[in-house]
């Protein structure tokens, strides 16, 4: 064992009597508890600790110590400079064994274990030699418990932000900034928030923000896609069942709402929910309490409702499709994303940041985008909003080379309107050779993919691209993941 296997001590004692009885009470562990260094006042203590800091585990201190910086304060120094760092006094044996008092005062300033040193005339130990070094041991679990949590807590700190980092809301309009603004005011509070807005505008991108930044962030975020899920499935997906309650039932499937327990539930397309969901999300919202299908009792749940829709809900009330009381208990806090072209200064930065981005990842070099041909894209109207402009610019670097010029921004912008995949010709489809020959499977995958893209950019929501291409919703859903375009 090397000296960084082993539990590395700092020895505070001013008393040469006393750091010889510590070094023999342990010296038949010295394979595994190491005194690596030995100071005889407080300040030096905190000066060492500052320059080795992590090398130490474990601070024995005299509490009666010499110099101005010592007991209860010195504690609390130390444990400033290394929270983890765990502390053992030892006193001497004029403190009353029964002086609680002082066993809580240091504790609270944060020691992990006191005794008080054996009489002078006892030379070989310091303390009872097995409890000393049993606490020795138990304090080194603590502090490795200790740091464990801390790496952990940092791993998630920076998890939490590099989905931040990809999920960053780009835009300078002043209704980007509001956006942003609005998501820091709620970031706090639990409040339920629907966001509403068209197609491609970012609904889903600003739950993920709202949920990232607030104070739920190390929890789960959940999300749902109402529309994509059959109507006789989504309350099972919600709310989960026990084993046996219907047949099939072969074990407990936990609810989303149990599985977001303490986080978020982002639930995409609300318009979709079927009524019978509906009512049960109500009683969720009004009681904190989830009911599983074969279940008598209820399960409480603490979880933020994030909506998303981006049909006119109010709308869908007068229809009688949605519950005016569901309504309200979701549209706590409206947010509205307008569409890209009522924001037309967010469409050159949003490009920007495309292009920079889709460039890294193919691994070239960042094109120049004309004047010219910045200013179609700026008055062309996006009526696949964000969505449409990202998946525009991604197909503008695969047909680019360095320049990005008016004709080539045309070409792809003119053919994209009459049939959607410039590989089609008026006669049926041509074939370009540049890529050299596809196998059928990649053929199909490539026009499915293609397809899929165009459609759901001219509909208003999935369930509409469902509608168009002939597939029912989950179909549509399932297909779109497959196919990496969820
Ligand atoms: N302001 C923005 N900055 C950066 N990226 C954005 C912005 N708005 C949208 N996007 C990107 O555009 C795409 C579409 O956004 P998102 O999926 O959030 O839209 P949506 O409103 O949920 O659309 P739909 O109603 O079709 O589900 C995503 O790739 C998203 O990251
Ligand atoms: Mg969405």
């Known amino acids: 064992m090397n000296a960084n296997d082993k539990i590395n001590i700092l020895l505070i004692e001013d008393e040469e009597y006393d750091v010889r009885r510590v070094h023999n009470t342990i010296k038949p562990f010295a394979d595994q508890i190491n005194i690596a260094d030995v100071v005889s006042d407080g300040k030096l203590a905190v000066e060492l600790l500052g320059e080795k800091t992590g090398l130490y585990d474990i601070v024995i201190m005299d509490y009666q110590i010499a110099g101005g910086l010592r007991g209860e304060e010195l504690i609390k120094k130390l444990k400033l400079i290394d929270s983890s760092l765990q502390i053992i006094v030892i006193t001497k044996m004029t403190v009353n064994l029964t002086n609680y008092d002082f066993a809580r005062s240091l504790i609270e300033a944060g020691a992990f274990w006191y005794c008080t040193k054996y009489p002078g005339d006892i030379e070989e130990y310091i303390y009872q030699p097995t409890d000393f070094i049993l606490s020795i041991f138990n304090a080194n679990e603590k502090r490795k418990l200790l740091k464990e949590k801390q790496i952990s807590k940092l791993k ?95 074990k407990n499937k ?61 709308e869908e009330i007068k229809a009688k499709r949605f519950r005016e009381d569901l309504y309200y208990r979701l549209n706590v806090v409206p ?90 010709g008026s006669d049926g489809i041509n074939f370009k050779m540049a890529d050299g020959i596809k196998t059928l499977k990649e053929m199909e995958k490539l026009l499915r993919e293609k397809y899929f893209k165009f459609i759901r950019e001219q509909s208003i929501s999935d369930a509409e691209a469902a509608k168009k291409l002939g597939l029912a919703p989950p179909n549509y859903y399932r297909m779109s993941k497959e196919l990496g375009l969820k």
């Open 254 to 314: 936990p609810g989303l709402f149990e599985v977001a327990n303490h986080g978020t539930i982002f639930l995409d397309e609300i318009s979709e929910l079927p009524l019978s969901a509906q009512v049960k999300l109500l009683r969720v919202i009004q009681d904190g309490e989830i009911e599983k299908i074969g279940r008598t009792e209820r399960i409480k749940v603490n979880v933020r409702i994030i909506s998303a829709t981006n049909k006119n809900l109010e």
């Open 335 to 424: 947010i509205f994303i307008p569409p890209l072209k009522d924001r037309k200064e967010d469409i050159p930065v949003l490009i920007d940041h495309f292009i920079t981005n889709f460039s890294v990842d193919m691994g070239r070099e960042k094109p120049v985008i004309e004047p010219a041909a910045m200013k179609i894209l700026v008055d062309y109207d996006w009526p696949g909003n964000v969505r449409e402009l990202k998946n525009f610019v991604q197909r503008l670097l695969f047909n680019s080379e360095n320049i990005i010029d008016r004709t080539l921004v045309e070409m792809n912008l003119g053919t994209k309107g009459l049939t959607g995949w410039n590989q089609f």
């Open 156 to 250: 998630l700190k920076k998890n939490v932000e590099d989905i931040m980092q990809s999920k960053k809301i780009i835009g300078c309009s002043p209704q980007i900034q509001n956006l942003t603004e609005q998501i820091k005011k709620y970031s706090n509070s639990n409040v339920n928030i629907l966001i509403s807005g068209f197609s491609g505008t970012g609904k889903e991108l600003v739950a993920y923000n709202l949920h990232y930044s607030s104070l739920r962030k190390y929890e789960n975020f959940v999300t749902i896609n109402c529309g994509g899920i059959p109507d006789q499935l989504i309350e099972s997906e919600l709310f989960g069942y026990e084993k046996g309650a219907f047949t099939g039932a072969d």
